[in-house]
């Protein structure tokens, strides 16, 4: 039953990245933002189900590239 939850969290990152794609170009920060909530999942997801380390390494990168993303453009727009 555990494993069938988590197996099943893909389908809300899928809509999440769906959204996401909808939302960056109109608000940068809601859109990315959806997508660190999506890479956050498939993190722990990959953790959960004890997945391949390809698929941790993948995930672990997507989410530092996204949160690196959201605080260089915070940054960049503070001066």
Same mark, same amino acid.
């Given at each position: 039953?555990?494993?069938?939850?988590?197996?099943?969290?893909?389908?809300? !990152?899928? !809509?999440?990245?769906? @959204?996401?794609?909808?939302? !960056?170009?109109?608000?940068?920060?809601? =859109?990315?933002?959806?997508?660190? $909530?999506?890479?956050?999942?498939?993190?722990?997801?990959?953790? $959960?189900?004890?997945?391949?380390? $390809?698929?941790? !390494?993948?995930?672990?990168?997507?989410?530092?590239?996204?949160? =690196? @993303?959201? @605080? %260089?453009?915070? %940054?960049?727009?503070?001066?």
């Amino acid at each position: 039953m555990k494993n069938k939850f988590f197996e099943n969290l893909q389908f809300v !990152v899928l !809509v999440g990245l769906i @959204l996401g794609q909808c939302t !960056v170009g109109s608000n940068f920060y809601v =859109g990315q933002f959806i997508y660190l $909530a999506c890479n956050t999942i498939s993190t722990f997801r990959n953790f $959960a189900l004890n997945r391949p380390v $390809a698929d941790k !390494v993948k995930d672990c990168c997507c989410f530092g590239i996204t949160l =690196g @993303l959201i @605080l %260089f453009n915070y %940054f960049k727009n503070l001066t």
